[in-house]
């Protein structure tokens, strides 16, 4: 039987928990384009100063991710004995994330943090990037690089994509292209800049961002960096920093702000969905029901999960830096403000930075349907998360890899997928 190979690291490669303590020379501001119809594609100035998008827009439900088998949960986890990570394909150069056009069924894209998409088509490597953002990015801190890429729920169509990364300033650039007609290539003269955020420090920068079934592009934001938040981003409103945020990019030049996002009519930045975290690495939505699920790097003590359900309304604020985890942290929490606990966490005797995962859908191992997948960067360990039928959640440990996880990947049929930031891709299979 095959078993996953062995990949010694180093501690100094670790890229959700550095910190660094030098501040900048600025306070950190947000650049944004206003929201318009019918988006050019054109390229954008990267230090361009405009005015804030002041746009909202109703939300109209997109259908769920397919396939959808049913939404019921198997009632206990597999034995895990049975199960393997088994290597898809190797020699990337630190990959953190994937991407599966849904009508492209044989191909993968794979982000690597200096800057460059690769292309996995059948199964092997092919010889030219997808695009080349190596000139544009700032990779140098283990946090800092290529971090995101969302397809619009019609790439098939309008060929556009979702990037977010560090640009040479070390700031969070949030930005859209469109790939070539055959989807293997894209040009970066594309590139539309929606969003510039300045970064205080070169770590806890997030750098999810995926489309909800709601369609809109949710994007994850760390509290700015160095340790503890000492800027108190995380509960400030009037930062995106510590936040998840969501706009509407579809048929936008730039963006607009749903109408139900929770500081619409004031009291905070209005594209503000949910807040009080510390460096959410990895969140999802479950591609069968629409519920979310996030995982949030912990300070030095606790690593957490944290659910929000399908419908739940927006607003909800997860308690950093009040709590770490379910841990009091700093400070008094002001009366009649309501944190929302994780739903599994486990401190650092288990692992040192929590990497998020999916929930299993996929119809070709229906004896996993509805475990959450997470795991740890620095052992290589990974969880599962099942609702137990009565409210609450089952969380098991059940592989422990030895890799480091950087991300985990979902294909077009809701095939699991683990990325080594060693350079090598795995999916969950039987064992032979």
């Not at 930045?269 to 690495?281: D, M, V, Y």
Request: hydrophobic residues 35%; proline residues 7%.
């Amino acid at each position: 039987m095959k078993r996953l190979v062995i990949l010694l690291f180093s501690m100094a490669a670790v890229i959700l928990i550095g910190c660094q303590t030098n501040p900048p020379t600025t306070p950190p501001v947000i650049h944004v384009i206003t929201a318009t119809a019918s988006p050019p594609m054109s390229t954008s100035e990267p230090n361009q100063t405009v005015a804030a998008s002041t746009a909202t827009i109703t939300s109209t439900p997109l259908a769920l991710s397919s396939p959808l088998p049913a939404a019921t949960n198997v009632l206990d986890f597999p034995d895990t004995s049975k199960y393997e990570w088994k290597k898809i394909v190797d020699g990337f150069l630190k990959p953190l994330g994937m991407a599966a056009p849904q009508h492209l069924p044989d191909v993968f894209y794979i982000l690597e943090q200096n800057g460059l998409i690769k292309i996995v088509q059948k199964g092997i490597v092919l010889p030219d990037p997808f695009i080349d953002l190596s000139n544009q990015i700032n990779s140098n801190g283990n946090e800092q690089g290529l971090l995101g890429m969302a397809l619009d729920p019609n790439y098939g169509e309008n060929r556009l994509f979702y990037l977010n990364y560090t640009n040479l300033n070390g700031n969070t650039t949030i930005s859209r292209f469109q790939a070539g007609a055959d989807f293997l290539s894209a040009d970066p003269k594309s590139e539309k800049i929606l969003l510039t955020q300045e970064q205080p420090y070169s770590n806890h920068n997030g750098g999810n961002l995926i489309f909800g079934p709601d369609g809109f592009l949710y994007i994850g934001f760390g509290d700015g960096g160095s340790g503890g938040d000492p800027k108190h981003n995380g509960q400030n409103m009037d930062t995106i920093l510590g936040k998840i945020i969501r706009i509407a990019v579809s048929g936008q030049e730039s963006y607009a702000v749903p109408d139900n996002n929770p500081y619409i009519g004031g009291g905070g930045r209005s594209e503000i969905w949910a807040s009080g975290l510390r460096n959410p690495w990895r969140f999802s939505f479950d591609r069968s029901n629409g519920d979310m699920f996030i995982a949030d790097v912990g300070q030095n003590k606790w690593e957490e999960i944290n659910f929000v359900a399908a419908g739940s309304e927006p607003g909800i604020n997860f308690g950093w830096n009040y709590r770490e985890g379910k841990h009091s942290f700093e400070g008094q929490v002001p009366v009649g403000l309501n944190l929302q606990d994780p739903v599994a966490e486990y401190d650092h005797s288990e692992g040192c930075s929590v990497t998020g995962g999916y929930v299993y859908r996929s119809t070709i191992l229906p004896e996993w349907n509805g475990v959450y997948f997470y795991g740890d960067y620095c052992t290589g360990k990974i969880w599962g998360l099942l609702p137990d039928g009565q409210g609450g959640w089952r969380n098991k440990l059940l592989f422990e890899t030895n890799q480091n996880i950087s991300s985990f990947g979902e294909d077009q049929n809701g095939e699991l997928y683990l990325i080594s930031h060693h350079g090598a891709l795995f999916r969950l299979e039987e064992r032979d």
